[in-house]
């Protein structure tokens, strides 16, 4: 029975590979790029070849009939000299024919370059074999050039069928690149990794060495920490497309008959999409020939692939820039962040006591300036005793916050904000909060809003933005409400949202990531108590589905929540954006007989007062559904 199962479960597993591998959109493109090119040589063909074949008819007429008339020309000369001397007598016949020469000389010129294209070896043809090379030459946009089209059916089919072929088969060809370029990274990768054990083979490699390279216990400090970038060389992606042309002209040798130097010069020229047609492949062996050029042509590609992914960003960004987009550059730079910010946390707490101090006194002397204020002004009493409202702009909108996040967009809402004139609207303006590159951080605005909630989107995966919610009314805007959020990573659970169903019960909902969508086993859910401890802390529950309920938590307490991505290759996403939640209090029915004021009483004797341990921000606010 177990083997049974255990088939049941292999033949499962190779039905989905063949399904994913044989009906993706990459296999279908493919297709799709072969089929055009077939029905274009056939298209071709029929254009074309019955029109050659009447062209060369009617070409090899014209040579006979030029050739006739110049033998009947000296063959009526030379009878009228028949009794002259020999030599005055051809002299004079090749003066006297020298036009009807000429003709049959331009003829035969115009036979050759238009039936035979200038070739010597032998007459192209529009048989299915050369329009399929003319078709992947013209498509590929080398063009030897040997083989065109003459009729106005076949130059009219050429504009319209190359734009359309052009960019499919550009297309098609750097996703097949894109393939090969990610199996050369993770050939070098397994490399890379056999050459390190190699290199720590004689060493003794203890528990910290010999663990995963994402535990559990760890936070994501301690892993920046032992982060080391693998840099790819570019140098042997060329190396391997130079052998490749060495390999190339070989076989092309092999069916051509050419020097190895005519094959390497063709070769590369080929590949490197010039085509100057100087040089041709036969009828014969052109379908190889267009096989190994067009892998080069892929091999190409990729090349340009990987190098424009490492040092295309570097070289648009030089000097200051280019440093920064640096990943190693990058990585020392958040460490020195990390130091940073311990040491700034240090000094916070030494300069408490000034900190508390300093704002007593901002807001004593803001206390001061307000009552002068109200002196100079006056009273806004009207004389029947009716107060006048001035015309000011609205209040900002209050409870502003981030209700959820995901990759590319982030879901915003507020209360409505307090005005003398009915129709409010409200603007948002948000930017990216730090961008190195120019006109990174341009402010963007949405006008208009006349709800309370709001949705941006086309936003960058992964950034941090500045979001400014303004009321509008007719008097004017009121001043900023200023949110700040990160965007989801891409492979991170988007919109990750706490919805409170009772005082001590939390549900959690979530939305999959944006890529690899069909390769989630299931997710992680992290939660914890206790804000200020360390990830390795937190505690953690498996979740098949896209919800959970937390139910039984303390009353009138701070939740701290936060989720990720399992693959079934076991590999795992980063952690989404971190909700903090507050639970209810526990409420008494007042009915209830017994009830009394002691819960009243101890509460009010339970309120401590501010000291310097108590925080600038009250933690009164969450993120629940609006």
């Given at each position: 029975?177990?083997?049974?199962?255990?088939?049941?479960?292999?033949?499962?597993?190779?039905?989905?590979?063949?399904?994913?591998?044989?009906?993706?959109?990459?296999?279908?493109?493919?297709?799709?790029?072969?089929?055009?090119?077939?029905?274009?040589?056939?298209?071709?063909?029929?254009?074309?070849?019955?029109?050659?074949?009447?062209?060369?008819?009617?070409?090899?007429?014209?040579?006979?009939?030029?050739?006739?008339?110049?033998?009947?020309?000296?063959?009526?000369?030379?009878?009228?000299?028949?009794?002259?001397?020999?030599?005055?007598?051809v002299k004079e016949i090749?003066?006297?024919?020298?036009?009807?020469?000429?003709?049959?000389?331009?003829?035969?010129?115009?036979?050759?370059?238009?039936?035979?294209?200038?070739?010597?070896?032998?007459?192209?043809?529009?048989?299915?074999?050369?329009?399929?090379?003319?078709?992947?030459?013209?498509?590929?946009?080398?063009?030897?050039?040997?083989?065109?089209?003459?009729?106005?059916?076949?130059?009219?089919?050429?504009?319209?069928?190359?734009?359309?072929?052009?960019?499919?088969?550009?297309?098609?060809?750097?996703?097949?690149?894109?393939?090969?370029?990610?199996?050369?990274?993770?050939?070098?990768?397994?490399?890379?990794?056999?050459?390190?054990?190699?290199k720590q083979k004689g060493?003794?490699?203890?528990?910290?060495?010999?663990?995963?390279?994402?535990?559990?216990?760890?936070?994501?400090?301690?892993?920046?920490?032992?982060?080391?970038?693998?840099?790819?060389?570019?140098?042997?992606?060329?190396?391997?497309?130079?052998?490749?042309?060495?390999?190339?002209?070989?076989?092309?040798?092999?069916?051509?008959?050419?020097?190895?130097?005519?094959?390497?010069?063709?070769?590369?020229?080929?590949?490197?999409?010039?085509?100057?047609?100087?040089?041709?492949?036969?009828?014969?062996?052109?379908?190889?020939?267009?096989?190994?050029?067009?892998?080069?042509?892929?091999?190409?590609?990729?090349?340009?692939?990987?190098?424009?992914?490492?040092?295309?960003?570097?070289?648009?960004?030089?000097?200051?820039?280019?440093?920064?987009?640096?990943?190693?550059?990058?990585?020392?730079?958040?460490?020195?962040?990390?130091?940073?910010?311990?040491?700034?946390?240090?000094?916070?707490?030494?300069?408490?006591?000034?900190?508390?101090?300093?704002?007593?006194?901002?807001?004593?002397?803001?206390?001061?300036?307000?009552?002068?204020?109200?002196?100079?002004?006056?009273?806004?009493?009207?004389?029947?005793?009716?107060?006048?409202?001035?015309?000011?702009?609205?209040?900002?909108?209050?409870?502003?916050?981030?209700?959820?996040?995901?990759?590319?967009?982030?879901?915003?809402?507020?209360?409505?904000?307090?005005?003398?004139?009915?129709?409010?609207?409200?603007?948002?303006?948000?930017?990216?909060?730090?961008?190195?590159?120019?006109?990174?951080?341009?402010?963007?605005?949405?006008?208009?809003?006349?709800?309370?909630?709001?949705?941006?989107?086309?936003?960058?995966?992964?950034?941090?933005?500045?979001?400014?919610?303004?009321?509008?009314?007719?008097?004017?805007?009121?001043?900023?409400?200023?949110?700040?959020?990160?965007?989801?990573?891409?492979?991170?659970?988007?919109?990750?949202?706490?919805?409170?169903?009772?005082?001590?019960?939390?549900?959690?909902?979530?939305?999959?990531?944006?890529?690899?969508?069909?390769?989630?086993?299931?997710?992680?859910?992290?939660?914890?108590?206790?804000?200020?401890?360390?990830l390795a802390d937190w505690?953690?529950?498996?979740?098949?589905?896209?919800?959970?309920?937390?139910?039984?938590?303390?009353?009138?307490?701070?939740?701290?929540?936060?989720?990720?991505?399992?693959?079934?290759?076991?590999?795992?996403?980063?952690?989404?954006?971190?909700?903090?939640?507050?639970?209810?209090?526990?409420?008494?029915?007042?009915?209830?007989?017994?009830?009394?004021?002691?819960?009243?009483?101890?509460?009010?004797?339970?309120?401590?007062?501010?000291?310097?341990?108590?925080?600038?921000?009250?933690?009164?606010?969450?993120?629940?559904?609006?």
């Amino acid at each position: 029975m177990v083997d049974c199962f255990c088939l049941c479960d292999q033949t499962k597993l190779v039905y989905q590979f063949l399904v994913r591998r044989f009906f993706s959109p990459h296999f279908w493109l493919v297709v799709s790029c072969i089929f055009y090119i077939a029905f274009g040589s056939w298209i071709f063909q029929i254009l074309e070849g019955r029109n050659l074949q009447n062209l060369r008819e009617t070409t090899l007429g014209n040579v006979n009939g030029a050739q006739d008339k110049y033998m009947e020309a000296v063959w009526k000369k030379a009878i009228e000299r028949k009794e002259q001397n020999l030599e005055e007598a051809v002299k004079e016949i090749v003066a006297e024919t020298k036009e009807q020469f000429g003709e049959y000389v331009d003829t035969v010129h115009s036979a050759q370059r238009v039936l035979r294209h200038g070739s010597l070896d032998g007459a192209p043809s529009w048989d299915f074999k050369n329009s399929l090379i003319f078709t992947a030459t013209m498509l590929t946009s080398i063009g030897y050039g040997y083989v065109v089209p003459i009729t106005n059916s076949g130059r009219l089919f050429v504009v319209i069928y190359c734009l359309i072929g052009i960019p499919l088969t550009l297309l098609t060809v750097a996703n097949i690149a894109k393939f090969i370029s990610e199996t050369v990274f993770l050939v070098h990768y397994e490399l890379w990794k056999i050459w390190m054990r190699w290199k720590q083979k004689g060493k003794d490699i203890g528990v910290e060495d010999s663990r995963d390279l994402f535990n559990d216990s760890e936070d994501e400090q301690d892993i920046l920490d032992r982060v080391q970038l693998v840099r790819f060389p570019p140098l042997a992606v060329f190396l391997f497309v130079f052998l490749y042309g060495l390999f190339g002209a070989f076989i092309i040798q092999r069916n051509e008959s050419w020097s190895y130097t005519d094959s390497l010069y063709f070769t590369f020229i080929s590949i490197l999409t010039v085509g100057f047609g100087d040089m041709r492949p036969t009828g014969e062996h052109g379908t190889n020939v267009v096989l190994v050029v067009t892998g080069g042509i892929i091999l190409t590609t990729m090349c340009m692939d990987v190098v424009g992914r490492m040092y295309l960003k570097e070289i648009h960004y030089l000097g200051r820039k280019l440093q920064t987009n640096n990943p190693f550059y990058l990585i020392r730079e958040a460490k020195a962040r990390r130091r940073r910010q311990a040491m700034a946390s240090l000094l916070a707490q030494l300069a408490k006591g000034m900190i508390f101090a300093h704002r007593n006194y901002s807001e004593l002397a803001r206390k001061k300036s307000k009552i002068n204020r109200n002196r100079k002004r006056g009273s806004h009493v009207l004389p029947d005793g009716q107060f006048m409202f001035a015309r000011l702009p609205p209040d900002p909108p209050s409870d502003c916050q981030v209700v959820s996040t995901s990759a590319y967009s982030v879901r915003l809402a507020w209360a409505p904000a307090f005005s003398t004139d009915a129709p409010v609207t409200y603007n948002i303006r948000y930017r990216l909060k730090y961008s190195q590159q120019k006109g990174g951080n341009k402010v963007r605005e949405l006008k208009g809003i006349q709800g309370n909630a709001a949705e941006i989107m086309s936003l960058d995966s992964c950034s941090l933005y500045e979001f400014r919610i303004t009321a509008v009314s007719k008097n004017g805007e009121s001043k900023p409400v200023i949110l700040v959020q990160y965007t989801e990573p891409q492979l991170s659970p988007q919109h990750i949202l706490a919805t409170r169903l009772h005082a001590n019960t939390i549900e959690l909902t979530w939305e999959p990531p944006y890529k690899r969508t069909g390769d989630v086993k299931n997710y992680m859910v992290y939660w914890t108590d206790n804000p200020s401890a360390r990830l390795a802390d937190w505690e953690k529950v498996t979740v098949y589905g896209r919800k959970v309920v937390f139910p039984d938590l303390k009353y009138d307490w701070f939740y701290m929540f936060s989720a990720n991505a399992c693959f079934i290759d076991g590999q795992r996403s980063p952690l989404s954006r971190a909700l903090f939640v507050k639970t209810e209090k526990l409420e008494f029915n007042r009915l209830c007989v017994g009830h009394s004021k002691t819960v009243e009483v101890m509460e009010a004797l339970k309120e401590s007062e501010c000291d310097e341990t108590t925080p600038l921000i009250k933690r009164d606010y969450a993120s629940f559904a609006a």
